[in-house]
């Protein structure tokens, strides 16, 4: 019968993709390491890794077992974050992920602090706007401003963020300030692209009901930095996240517009699966991302 700890292990070479990576974490020999996979594929008596000079790969049997065996070892990693989330001492790793203009914004800052009161909490920060599978990826906890449609994930509202529509000065100057929704149309429009998906139409609220107007323009991208940099370059008028464009439009150099047909909120998630029931450290966590947020409500809401 094969040993749960040898199966881990194959788990750990896969991920790794090396012996001695897994040796050397490990604090093993190769020998040991390759001896274990040996047996284990004695075990149950089938080949599980091609192996050659450059790198491993996997047979079918080696594929289903990995796909099978890195939930198992998921869940040891759990059960063992959970008992060291226990006492005074809060220890264990957490893997979070944040989106890059929340990250930027505050919670780097928030987090690197977090690690600062908690120094046996260890932390893997990942900054994309990917929204990735937490449960197939090995994350305990995402940040998301989004729409939430996965049911398999529980999700715990840290802060609402306000959306504004904003152009500088000088744009306005040359072509005029829009007093309505639909002039917008007339207007060279700033183009956030997210996951493929062109953001041209726009969330209004005309006579007390939405309404969702198409807008255009020249400028599109997938990253709402370059949206607030066009938009300081006096490209067009942009629509933005309130805590993204705070500064500038407090300073003047951005100015808000069509402000009571704007009521576009989105709320900031603390995320993780449903199997997962969160620990000690990860509920300290998720309250400390929370309190760093409300401290700067005045950019959020």
């Known amino acids: 019968m094969a040993k749960a700890d040898d199966i881990i292990l194959f788990v750990l070479v896969v991920d790794e993709g090396s012996f001695s990576k897994v040796a050397e974490k490990l604090a093993l020999t190769n020998s040991v390491v ?29 594929r289903t077992l990995y796909n099978k065996a890195k939930i198992a070892k998921f869940a040891f990693q759990e059960a063992e974050n959970a008992v060291n989330g226990y006492g005074d001492n ?32 260890s932390v893997e920060l990942q900054i994309t706007n990917r929204i990735v599978d937490l449960i197939e990826e090995g994350y305990d906890l995402a940040i998301r401003t989004a729409e939430l449609e996965d049911s398999s994930l529980i999700a715990r509202r840290l802060i609402d963020s306000q959306w504004v529509i904003c152009a500088t000065s000088n744009y ?38 939405e309404q969702l107007l198409p807008v255009h323009g020249r400028f599109h991208s997938n990253h709402l930095s370059a949206i607030k940099q066009a938009t300081l370059s006096d490209l067009g008028i942009a629509f933005l996240p309130q805590a993204l464009v705070y500064n500038e439009l407090q300073q003047n150099t951005l100015t808000q517009i069509l402000q009571r047909f ?6 900031m998630y603390a995320v993780y699966p449903k199997a997962k029931q969160p620990d000690q450290k990860l509920k300290l966590l998720v309250a400390h991302l929370r309190e760093s947020l409300h401290q700067k409500q005045a950019y959020y809401c």
């Open 172 to 209: 306005l100057k040359q072509h005029g300030t829009p007093q309505t929704p639909e002039q917008l149309q007339n207007h060279e429009c700033l183009i956030y692209k997210f996951d493929n998906t062109s953001n041209d139409i726009w969330p209004l609220y005309i006579d007390g009901t």
């Open 90 to 121: 809060m220890k264990g790793h957490i893997r979070i992920t944040v989106p890059v203009v929340s990250a930027n914004l505050i919670l780097s800052a928030s987090i690197a602090e977090f690690c600062k009161i908690h120094p046996e909490i």
């Open 262 to 267: 704007t009521r576009k909120r989105m709320g």
């Open 34 to 62: 390759s001896k274990r996979i040996a047996r284990l594929e004695e075990n149950l008596n089938a080949q599980l890794l091609y192996r050659t000079t450059r790198k491993l790969s996997l047979t079918d049997a080696g």
